[in-house]
């Protein structure tokens, strides 16, 4: 069964690094999403990208995020300075054309920011 | 924007017994509302889901209803078993139209299923 992956696992970097998250979505999809979860709060949207710009993003979404698809199958999330509160699980997802709703989550990236 | 309110936050139930997890939303143009299950370390899975054209969904154990009226939604799961413990989100969006799927998540409910 196809499944959304994402790399690393887990990073960990000092404030002020630049870090790159990696996904692959399914390879049939074409709608794309970042979303995070600071430790036992609820997963937040960051920001959803389609026919290779972004089509909407949150608040927490500012100009130290960008995301890229660099080729037809990666998908990236940078932040350009990581400050300690950037510190939470980041989930990739995906969704396929049309009707479909279903949206398919990674495994997701521990980023640590000390 | 949509807000989603998800209650209890903890649920625990003896195996066997049903368990029901509800939540409201804020924003009457949502028209698709799916149900996660995180595991501990793991992503959000899709458990089952459903469009605002419908009032109910059923998948073996797991059935989901939904009211757009009172604009709340449920999960429920039948016959219990312990691997069934997880958290479990619900989320909101509007799809079609200016929305590109963006999910708002509740709060999360931490189901506990004892033996």
């Known amino acids: 069964e196809p499944e959304v992956t994402q790399t690393p696992s887990h990073q960990v970097t000092q404030m002020g690094q630049e870090v790159i998250l990696r996904c692959v979505p399914i390879?049939?999809?074409?709608?794309f999403y970042w979303y995070r979860q600071i430790l036992g709060q609820k997963v937040e949207f960051l920001v959803s990208?389609?026919?290779?710009?972004?089509?909407?993003k949150s608040e927490i979404f500012d100009d130290q995020f960008s995301v890229e698809r660099p080729d037809g199958s990666n998908f990236t999330l940078k932040i350009r300075s990581t400050k300690l509160e950037d510190s939470a699980m980041y989930f990739c997802?995906?969704?396929?054309?049309?009707?479909?709703?279903?949206?398919?989550f990674g495994p997701g990236t521990r980023l640590t920011v000390t | 924007g949509e807000n989603v309110e998800q209650h209890p936050s903890t649920l625990s139930v003896q195996e066997g017994d049903s368990a029901v997890i509800k939540c409201t939303y804020s924003?009457?143009?949502?028209?698709?509302f799916p149900w996660y299950k995180q595991e501990l370390g793991k992503g959000p899975q899709l458990i089952i889901d459903?469009?605002?054209?419908?009032g109910e969904k059923k998948d073996q154990r797991i059935a989901v209803t939904l009211n757009k009226t009172a604009k709340h939604f449920s999960l429920h799961i039948t016959e219990t078993q312990p691997e069934d413990s997880a958290v479990y989100f619900c989320?909101?969006?509007?799809?079609?139209?200016?929305?590109?799927?963006?999910?708002?998540f509740g709060q999360g409910t931490i189901l506990t299923v004892h033996p």
């Open positions: 997802a995906s969704r396929g054309l049309g009707g479909k709703n279903e949206q398919y």
């Open positions: 390879s049939n999809h074409l709608y």
């Open positions: 990208f389609y026919n290779n710009e972004i089509s909407e």
């Open positions: 924003d009457s143009a949502s028209n698709y």
């Open positions: 459903i469009r605002s054209n419908v």
């Open positions: 989320a909101a969006t509007g799809a079609g139209g200016t929305s590109y799927g963006k999910l708002t």
